[in-house]
């Protein structure tokens, strides 16, 4: 069942499973916050169970564009379009987010940005291949980040 992010009243409603699920809901507020500070569109995430076809879209870009492919547990996602931009995110029960931005008429705004929950570990798929920046969050505390371009259509 899906439901809508309060960036307001962080909650670990569906990542309670998560070794740092504090970490990873002040990460999913932050992407919340985001959205609707800047489209005045509301973060809404689904089950893992329920998003099968989100996950596998998100998995093949990471195979096909650099062959990662990712041990961590999907918990939650979301997929939405703002404007002619598709975002996909995928938490992970590690605390790692993935998300896609996927322009649909711009293919040089594409592009897959890797977050990690404070307190987590780079995750062993990841280490060596991107360097990660950090930055100070209200809401998640220190985010790591990285991404890459995407080359292919997807």
């Not at 893992?48 to 990471?62: G, M, N």
């Amino acid at each position: 069942m899906a439901h809508v992010i309060d960036f307001k009243q962080v909650s670990t409603t569906g990542l309670e499973s998560s070794p740092v699920a504090a970490a990873l809901a002040g990460l999913r507020a932050n992407e919340a916050r985001y959205f609707m500070n800047k489209y005045r569109h509301p973060f809404t995430v689904i089950p893992a169970a329920e998003s099968q076809d989100t996950i596998a879209y998100v998995h093949r870009i990471l195979r096909e564009e650099r062959g990662i492919v990712l041990s961590a547990r999907p918990l939650e996602t979301s997929d939405f379009q703002v404007d002619n931009t598709r975002f996909t995110y995928v938490f992970y029960e590690d605390g790692l987010v993935v998300n896609v931005m996927y322009s649909l008429d711009d293919p040089k705004k594409r592009a897959v940005g890797f977050k990690l929950s404070d307190g987590m570990d780079i995750p062993r798929e990841l280490e060596g291949k991107f360097k990660f920046a950090s930055m100070k969050s209200k809401l998640a505390g220190t985010i790591r980040g990285s991404y890459f371009v995407i080359k292919g259509e997807y």
